[in-house]
């Protein structure tokens, strides 16, 4: 890595992990870009990445789809969203859906971080054979602000479930939000 290159990596992560502001000509239009000034309720779209290990089984790798609500009032930011995940390993496959919470605590301009409460129900199908199973999870979620209206996400979690295995989840992703997307309730 060249010198220019090593400087605009330490710039970028500067700027994103300690909140720094872009030149004052460019600060215009940019107020719903800070966790500071974003009181509004919106709808939001999430995609991660989820890499799982199970205690019964072989670690599992796939896709969680998200869509809920973000928002709230002055030094409060939670969010609420309901997911389906699909994980497999060769012929071991798991279906989950459920609700997650995370009441956001802000940390600095552009980062947050809070605990994350899981609700769900999840199916488990290898070799031809398949269980339903309830599951409760627990763990920490980390938000980057990268835009006016996207944040990286990531996420350590605990599952337990009610067969009495526990799975040890993280996932990586992007989320989008707007106040056009619809959800409910709307405030009008």
Known sequence: ???????NLV??????????????AERDGMEQFLWDRDTEIRGMVTVSYAH??????PSTRGLRLGYGYFGGKT????WGEFWAAFREDGDYEITAAGLSVVPIAK?????????LFDLGLSRREQDGRSAYAG??????????????????????EAAYRTTGDVEL??????RFHHEKIPFFPRRR
């Open 75 to 78: 030094n409060d930011y939670p």
């Open 1 to 7: 890595m060249n010198r220019r290159s090593t400087r």
């Open 169 to 174: 989840q993280a996932r990586v992703g992007i």
């Open 52 to 57: 799982a290990s199970d205690s019964d089984g």
């Open 135 to 156: 599951l409760v999870g627990a763990g920490a979620e980390g938000v980057v602000r990268v835009g006016r209206r996207w944040d990286l996400v990531t996420t350590a």
């Open 107 to 115: 940390v600095s301009r552009r980062f947050g971080v809070g605990p």
């Open 11 to 24: 710039y970028i992560l500067g700027v994103l992990l300690w909140g720094g502001m872009p030149p004052a």
